[in-house]
């Protein structure tokens, strides 16, 4: 199947610095997509990003496919970013293969 | 979009028991899909839901311990059977409206198993 691997494992920032999260992918991909999940467990949808780039306020995200990776990236964080993001990517269909997660801490 | 509905959102089990798990969506979809968040966890995929023929189970996922029941394109059920401990997760279910779209996930059941 479909390797998933994400960089950093663990983020720490102090609220209003900037952070960029990679997600390499071993094989092409017709979906990607960066899920935020909060400390309650539920999985917040990013954005949907199989190619190019989006922005929605102080996030966007990049993704080359023909390189095999998407880039996140936070802007001015804040103590409510803080939990775990997940890239997960799929072929066709929409069965998604998750990402091991990048752990984000913020602190005030 | 889809809104997805779970039940129950958490519960505690005896080992050797069954629990079985609802999900509802306010339309009707095309896929939907079963994952398992184990504690501290990525998501892994359980199986493909398929309405009306068996689901596809992802390699180490059986339909003994994990029966799928898919009766109409807004349903969907999973089952947890003769659990232990281990199985204690996070099962999230999740649809996809269209070929190749964004992924849509229910708020989860936390399972722990005593």
């Known amino acids: 199947g479909i390797q998933v691997e994400q960089s950093p494992p663990d983020l720490i920032l102090q609220e209003g610095a900037n952070s960029t999260l990679r997600c390499n992918f071993s094989?092409?991909?017709?979906?990607l997509q960066w899920f935020h999940q909060n400390p309650w467990g539920q999985l917040i949808n990013l954005f949907y990003i199989p190619s190019g780039t989006k922005q929605n306020g102080r996030l966007s995200a990049t993704t080359v496919a023909t390189e095999r990776y998407s880039l996140l990236y936070i802007s001015s964080s804040q103590t409510t970013d803080s939990g775990v993001y997940f890239c997960a990517v799929g072929g066709n269909g929409n069965q998604f293969y998750f990402g091991t997660g990048t752990s984000l801490t913020v602190i005030p | 979009s889809a809104v997805i509905s779970q039940k129950p959102s958490r519960d505690i089990c005896q080992r050797g028991t069954s629990l079985t798990i609802q999900c509802q969506v306010d339309s009707q979809v095309t896929m939907m899909f079963w994952y398992r968040q184990q504690p501290g966890q990525s998501l892994t995929l359980i199986a493909t839901a398929n309405q009306g023929s068996e689901a596809t189970y992802e390699s180490g996922f059986v339909i003994d311990k994990f029966p799928i029941s898919r009766p109409n394109l807004t349903f969907s059920t999973l089952t947890v059977s003769n659990m232990s401990p281990e199985d204690s997760s996070i099962y999230l279910c999740s649809v996809g409206v269209g070929l190749n779209t964004e992924a849509f996930f229910g708020q989860g059941t936390r399972l722990t198993v005593v």
């Open positions: 094989d092409s991909v017709n979906n």
